[in-house]
């Protein structure tokens, strides 16, 4: 029996687009998307308010014309970033929030945090004008095991910048772990977190038994079974402290398929479709909304969109696209490594 369920139109608040041809051939992937929290990670990295403000440029230039869409910008949080500089690009209505990634932590990351002492400037100046911090939470030193990066980036980064500095409004993005989604749920004011399609539907199982799928490789890594059961209960809880950040992330498919392969997933052109999987396993289609909709907008203080989408149910499997052209090659899409009832109406 077909079943059919209309939102809000949903916010990505975690979207990767690349630039150039990339950029072209994955944009109109986020069609179910009115607004997306758009990463800064390029070569060079979006660091100025005037980067930022190039760079929506770009992508509103390459927008299809039937394509209602908003970027939100971020800046890359450097060593260098100038406080005055990002207060202006927030107040001038460039840049929604700033990036923090840690150095060496994911692609194109180099340019980022080592000291987070070396930051504070801007970080407090943040706190004074309330721009939202976005945080790859997780720790790089060498000693410490990739599956435990989240956790330790809990008690030795986050926990201690948000005791000094408690007005600093911080999303965690792509919670990974039941520690993360406990860290989150403690916190009464100014922690938020977003969840990822991958996060909340596959394990490192998923990724390793049987052959290593790099298709399935992202950074933060996928977890045990017990994280991701973590994560879906909070998802679909109601918890306005948590929301849709999809962290699609596209990479030509041979830079994924080699010796060396690039971390991300490409999940923009099923997302939405994939979390109503997600809530409906859940028993949690009435929660969907608060999740998709509602919970992001609320933590960033913007109104939730006017416009809807409808999601339909069909009672048998939906068709899978395998990949999208892009003038840098062909990139993947996310496989949800099960069967897809739901589909977004036209």
Known sequence: MTKTITLPRPDDWHLHLRDGAMMEGVLPASRDFARAI??????????????????????????????????????????????????????????????????????????????????????????????????????????VDIFDREAVFIDRVLDPLRRRLPELKIIMEHVTTADGVAYIESAEENLAGSLTVQHLMLNRNQ?????????????????????????????????????????????????????????????????????????????ALDRLADFASLNGPAYYGLPPNSDTITLIREDAPQPLPETVATGAGPVVVFDPGSPLFWRVAN
């Open 207 to 283: 990724m390793l038994v049987g052959g290593i799928r790099p298709h399935y490789y992202c950074l933060p890594i996928l977890k045990r079974s017990i994280h991701q059961e973590a994560l879906r209960r909070a998802a679909t809880s109601g918890d306005r402290r948590f929301f849709l950040g999809t962290d699609s992330a596209p990479h030509a498919q041979h830079a994924k398929e080699n010796a060396c392969g690039c971390a991300g997933v490409f999940s923009a052109p099923l997302a939405v479709a994939c979390y109503a999987q997600v809530f409906e396993e859940e028993g």
């Open 38 to 143: 758009i990463m800064p990670n390029l070569v060079p990295p979006v660091v100025t308010g005037a980067d930022a403000a190039a760079y929506r440029d770009r992508i509103l230039a390459a927008l299809p014309e039937d394509q209602g869409f908003t970027p939100l910008m971020t800046l890359y949080l450097t060593e260098a970033t100038d406080p005055a500089d990002v207060a202006a690009a927030h107040a001038d209505g460039i840049a929604t929030a700033v990036k923090l990634y840690p150095a060496g932590a994911t692609t194109n990351s180099a340019s980022g945090v080592r000291d987070i002492e070396k930051v504070m400037g801007v970080l407090e100046r943040m706190a004074e004008i309330g721009m939202p911090l976005c945080m790859h939470g997780e720790v790089t030193n060498a000693e």
